[in-house]
């Protein structure tokens, strides 16, 4: 009898693996800012670094990396969660090569923007540059693996974009230029614009699976909080309400592009909600504060001012959900990846 089930059984699981090899991506792709950046940084004449401890203490080895972070940030908890490596290297970052490169890269730069502006602020990578390393990436990979097999990779590649934040917290609320020229509403509608050229620009090269990532509920960052003096240090209300509106507007082009590129699948992958219940409870996630960083005072350092000779550092930062006072830390990262990799992104799973 044990026999006639045997072939049957392997049929099962012969389309088992078929599935998975199908659903599973071959490398993970990114583009953004600070909350992605793995460091390219480093290699540019920028003031916008987090290349010594006590960033990345946390990190393997305990050195830093170059991410804003006491650990990993969410694209290395995505690649790894999609079965690929734990960490998503920065493409500019000297210790790798295109073998690397080719299950996973980062062209992302901490302190960019949707809006070219933005870059310019703290001479960072404006996003169309970025675009372009990717371009120079493509014809690394094809050299290295062949026309066949990196146009597949390239289209089944698992696309993330992470930006936004910059545009209004660096840029418009701070400097005149924008905020003359827009209101809010229309700066937002000129960002969404921005979003949706580019993700027909990649379309265009051949990426099909692209997570486009909201804005979090930035009136609630630690450096937005200590800023709030006439309002006793709560979060900016006004900043989130921007961060939920200019979320729905991205949504909304999120449904325009999937009706309008054939054989594209993108989605909406928003940080917002559940960020904004770690900081209401963060109790309930084992945190012991949510208002102030882990980082120096907590209330306004990043980047060089959060340094190893700061003695208020503190010892735990699980125990904290923001590392600086702009960025969350390990642990938060590893909550909102996996909220969004079980909820948003388990279609291309």
Known sequence: MAHMYTPWFFFVQLL???AESRAKVPAVIVFGDSSVDAGNNNQISTVLKSNFVPYGRDFTGGRPTGRFSNGRIPPDFISEAFGLKPTVPAYLDPNYNISDFATGVCFASAGT???????????????????????????????????????????????????????????????????SQYTVPQYEDFLVGIAGNFIKEIYSLGARKVSLGGLPPMGCLPLE???????????????????????????TLVGKLNKQLP???????????????????????????AAVACCATGMFEMGYLCNRYNMLTCPDASKYVFWDSFHPTEK??????????????????
Request: with cysteine; charged share 20%.
């Open 16 to 18: 088992i693996l078929v």
């Open 113 to 179: 923007g949707y809006d070219n502006q933005t870059s310019d602020v703290l001479s960072v990578i404006p996003l169309w540059k970025e675009l372009e390393y990717y371009k120079e990436y493509q014809k690394k990979l094809r050299a290295y693996l062949g026309q066949e097999k990196a146009n597949e990779i390239l289209s089944e590649s698992l696309y993330l974009m992470s930006l936004g934040t910059n545009d209004f917290l660096e840029n418009y609320y701070i400097f005149s230029g924008r905020s």
């Open 225 to 251: 909080r200590t800023t709030n003096f006439f309002g006793g240090s709560e979060c900016i209300e006004r900043y989130n309400n921007v961060a939920m509106e200019f979320n729905g507007k991205l949504n």
């Open 263 to 289: 054989g594209i699948k993108v989605v909406l992958s928003n940080p917002y909600f559940i960020l904004q219940k770690i900081i209401r409870k963060p109790s309930s996630y084992g945190y012991e504060n």
């Open 332 to 349: 938060t990262n590893g909550i909102i990846s996996d909220h969004v990799v079980k909820t948003v992104l388990k279609v291309f799973l």
